[in-house]
Nanobody, 121 residues
Framework: QVQLAESGGGLVQAGGSLRLSCAAS????????MGWFRQAPGKEREFVAA????????YYIDSVKGRFIISRDNAKNTVNLQMNSLKPEDTAVYYC??????????????WGQGTQVTVSS
């Protein structure tokens, strides 16, 4: 089992930045690829970004490329999402997830509880 706990959400004006963090506990962190998802009100949860076990590969949806950066620190068991140039359409609950590289973008094995990000216009 892996437990995931997100932090760092909040309210920010459009154009601003936020940094989300996810702390993992349980099984060895480096066993898992990590991902971030988000769910806006009235919409389905969508994949945002992923990073493989040792940080050598990353993957983003087109709408966040060039604005968001996913990173991980295996020594601290954390994965981060640096979000820059935020837009009102980035408003959502953001979830941390863990799984295999082949499945983390669609069907992760573990989920965090989510953290709210609100971007005001």
């Amino acid at each position: 089992q892996v437990q995931l706990a997100e932090s760092g959400g909040g309210l920010v004006q459009a154009g601003g930045s936020l940094r989300l963090s996810c702390a993992a506990s349980g099984r060895p962190f480096s066993l898992y690829s990590m991902g971030w998802f988000r769910q806006a009100p009235g919409k389905e949860r969508e994949f945002v970004a992923a990073i493989n076990r040792y940080g050598g590969s990353t993957y983003y949806i087109d709408s966040v490329k060039g604005r968001f950066i996913i990173s991980r620190d295996n020594a601290k068991n954390t994965v981060n999402l640096q979000m820059n140039s935020l837009k009102p359409e980035d408003t959502a609950v953001y979830y941390c997830a863990a799984g295999d590289w082949g499945t983390v973008v669609k069907t992760p094995d573990y989920w965090g509880q989510g953290t709210q990000v609100t971007v005001s216009s």
